[in-house]
């Protein structure tokens, strides 16, 4: 008996047979993986050797061990494609084939920093449900995500700033040489009309606009 050894092709073909779950479609004629032209017999009798998946009759369904991997693979797949198109802003075409490695990489402890921060998303862009995490049943005790926009800051916090999503990139370097650089621990002072924010020694003012991409974690008092 041959076996698939790839764990890339064996992800895959988990993930597809959730998706046709999801659609409701658990025939067999359905399993066909779009990316290569892997032997689908072969495939299938290795997720059965596995104990991956069950066949009964014409239906390939996944076992409560094939669901909880499928399932860990999509939430990272949709975290990955929400990080990309929300934070990075990044093309669709491109987000779903990135996404598409992201999956295989992401640690657990990754994953659940990846979703706090974007807030425990419940869809990805394409409006499919994210399998929820830890992460996402702890956050409704304890409500803040641990990186926020500057623009959400309120007026007297502090915060480290993590990084930097400038929609112009050239705004990088003016804005490292006020000193605000990932890194730096700054105070907001005030949000409007504009934002100002103390820096060591320095007060810096900054358009609403610009709040927007500076991504801090909050200092505790
Ligand atoms: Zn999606
Ligand atoms: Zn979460």
């Avoid at 869809?123 to 304890?142: L, M, N, S, Y």
Wanted: hydrophobic share 40%.
């Amino acid at each position: 008996m041959a076996l698939i050894t790839d764990r890339e092709r064996i992800d895959e073909a988990l993930e597809l047979l959730w998706v046709l779950d999801e659609d409701k479609h658990s025939g067999m004629n359905h399993f066909k993986l779009s990316s290569d032209d892997t032997d689908t017999d072969t495939l299938i009798e290795t997720l059965l050797h596995h104990g991956l998946a069950v066949v009964a009759g014409t239906d390939i369904t996944l076992t409560g061990k094939g669901q909880k991997e499928a399932r860990g693979l999509i939430r990272r797949q949709r975290l990955a494609e929400r990080l990309f198109t929300d934070v990075f802003e990044m093309p669709d075409d491109t987000v779903v084939s990135d996404a598409c490695k992201m999956e295989h990489i992401l640690s657990e402890e990754l994953t659940e920093s990846v979703c706090t921060f974007l807030g425990h998303p419940p869809t990805c862009p394409h409006g499919k449900p994210i399998p929820r995490g830890e992460c996402c049943r702890k956050f409704k005790v304890e409500v803040t995500p641990v990186v926020t926009r500057l623009s959400e800051f309120e007026v007297g916090a502090r915060g480290r700033i993590t990084f930097i999503v400038p929609s112009d990139p050239s705004r990088i370097s003016k804005l490292n040489s006020l000193g605000i650089a990932a890194g730096s621990v700054i105070k907001l002072l005030q949000k409007t009309p504009s934002f100002v924010l103390s820096i060591d020694e320095t007060t810096v003012a900054l358009d609403p606009e610009i709040a927007k991409e500076i991504y801090l974690r909050k200092a505790i008092a």
